[in-house]
């Protein structure tokens, strides 16, 4: 293999990486704006999950009337 060839070789891998970086750095643009809402329906889950899962101080019993 001549020198020339790795070289060539080389900068054409190079080149597809670059490409693929980039498109995942577009897609990952993209897909920014739907964080927030995920990150505020997760708090919410948990949330509810603690609310459910923490048990609630019992009413006082009623007094007898008699």
Partial sequence: ??????IALHHARA???RAEA????????????????????????VEVG???A???PSAPAPSPSS
């Fill in 22 to 45: 980039a498109a995942h750095r577009l897609a990952g643009a993209t897909a920014k704006p739907g964080r927030p809402l995920r990150t505020r329906v997760g708090w919410t889950l």
């Fill in 1 to 6: 293999m001549h020198p020339e060839i790795h």
């Fill in 15 to 17: 080149a597809e990486l």
């Fill in 50 to 52: 603690l609310r459910l």
């Fill in 54 to 56: 923490t048990p609630r």
